[in-house]
């Protein structure tokens, strides 16, 4: 009965146990904290990243700081140093991931971003005043890695008949946000998710894009919050009920748990609905904003308005169509 019961806990502490995933750009942020949860929940997890060791400079982060946490919660990782912006290295990870792991992979997770620092110097800047290299360094490990990556992942789970890849998003893809490179980047990662999982459909494996709220992540505090341009002290607010850069991960974890998750391929998903689908909890116990949740929306409505939001039930929701509308661009 012992060993009965023993078995049970940890297979309900270790669901993802035998799966392997895949994880890019995980030093540090979103990608680290889903490479964490995936780890601590059983799933041998590859991370990637161009920093082995931690770098001399103010926001830090590193692939063995990252192994270590997953390690020290009882996961097992596997960090791989790469430059997603090089074709070469990225071949050589999935040949070794192949190589490892009997050709098995179950996740991938396009999560590798190159162009925080370069939008956030740039901020308030119209397009036509910024560098050219904005492109590309938005979008050459945002964006086209993140295809490069799909490709190879879909060889290795098509013939398996299952998996899941998710595009790391956000509402930029919906509109303006930030500057002119990154909403093209985004909106082109939910397209990718919705074309490729046409395609993908018959062979069992699933696509979705990802959009996490607010994430206070290191890059984003160093960018934000010691910056006292009045531009930049204009967009702090946006993160002042943000969620923490595991929630993302609780997210995915579940995904990969949902039997159904077929009908959401193709699809873009909501870090906040997606939590109250699954009934997730953030680290400290919270539901982060759920910007389409009624009531929470009216709590940040002025004093002499925002009591409405105690007789609002936390059912309705603002229909996803409606945020739809906001991105229409037929005349």
């Given amino acids: 009965?012992?060993?009965?019961?023993?078995?049970?806990?940890?297979?309900?502490?270790?669901?993802?146990?035998?799966?392997?995933?895949?994880?890019?750009?995980?030093?540090?942020?979103?990608g680290k904290g889903i490479a964490v949860q995936l780890g601590e929940k059983g799933a041998t997890v590859y991370i990637t990243g161009r920093n082995l060791e931690t770098p001399k400079r103010s926001v830090g982060g590193s692939l063995k700081d990252t192994a270590h946490i997953i390690e020290s919660r009882g996961g097992q990782c596997i960090p791989v140093q790469c430059d997603h912006s090089k074709d070469a290295d990225v071949q050589r990870l999935f040949e070794q991931i192949q190589?490892?792991?009997?050709?098995?992979?179950?996740?991938?997770?396009?999560?590798?971003?190159s162009g925080v620092g370069d939008i956030m110097k740039n901020s308030g800047i119209c397009f036509w005043e910024q560098p050219l290299s904005m492109w590309d360094d938005v979008n050459t490990v945002g964006l086209r890695n993140h295809y490069v990556c799909a490709v190879l992942a879909a060889?290795?789970?098509?013939?398996?008949?299952?998996?899941?890849?998710?595009?790391?998003?956000?509402?930029g893809g919906l509109t303006y946000l930030f500057n002119v490179p990154y909403g093209?980047?985004?909106?082109?990662?939910?397209?990718?998710?919705?074309?490729?999982?046409?395609?993908?459909?018959?062979?069992?494996v699933a696509f979705v894009s990802l959009w996490p709220g607010p994430v206070k992540t290191e890059m984003v505090t160093q960018a934000l919050f010691q910056d006292d341009r009045?531009?930049?002290?204009?967009?702090?607010s946006i993160f002042e009920t943000s969620e923490s850069a595991e929630f993302a991960g609780m997210c995915i974890v579940e995904l990969l748990r949902d039997p159904n998750i077929m009908k959401k391929s193709g699809k873009i998903l909501l870090t906040h609905s997606l939590g109250k689908e699954y009934r997730i909890k953030d680290l400290d116990g919270y539901k982060p904003l759920n910007?389409?949740?009624?009531?929470?929306?009216?709590?940040?409505?002025?004093?002499?308005?925002?009591?409405?939001?105690?007789i609002i039930p936390d059912s309705w929701s603002i229909p996803t169509w409606v945020l739809a509308m906001k991105g229409n661009k037929m005349y």
Avoid at 159 to 171: D, Y
Avoid at 230 to 236: I, L, P
């Fill in 1 to 30: 009965m012992l060993f009965t019961w023993n078995k049970w806990e940890e297979m309900n502490s270790k669901p993802l146990a035998g799966l392997v995933c895949l994880v890019t750009g995980a030093t540090r942020g979103i």
């Fill in 99 to 113: 190589r490892e792991q009997d050709g098995r992979l179950d996740l991938l997770v396009n999560n590798a971003y």
């Fill in 155 to 171: 060889k290795m789970m098509v013939p398996r008949k299952m998996g899941l890849i998710v595009n790391i998003s956000s509402a």
């Fill in 184 to 204: 093209i980047g985004k909106e082109a990662c939910d397209r990718m998710a919705a074309d490729c999982a046409v395609e993908l459909r018959k062979h069992k």
């Fill in 230 to 236: 009045d531009e930049t002290k204009a967009r702090r």
């Fill in 291 to 310: 910007i389409r949740q009624m009531n929470q929306i009216v709590q940040k409505f002025p004093v002499w308005l925002n009591w409405l939001a105690w």
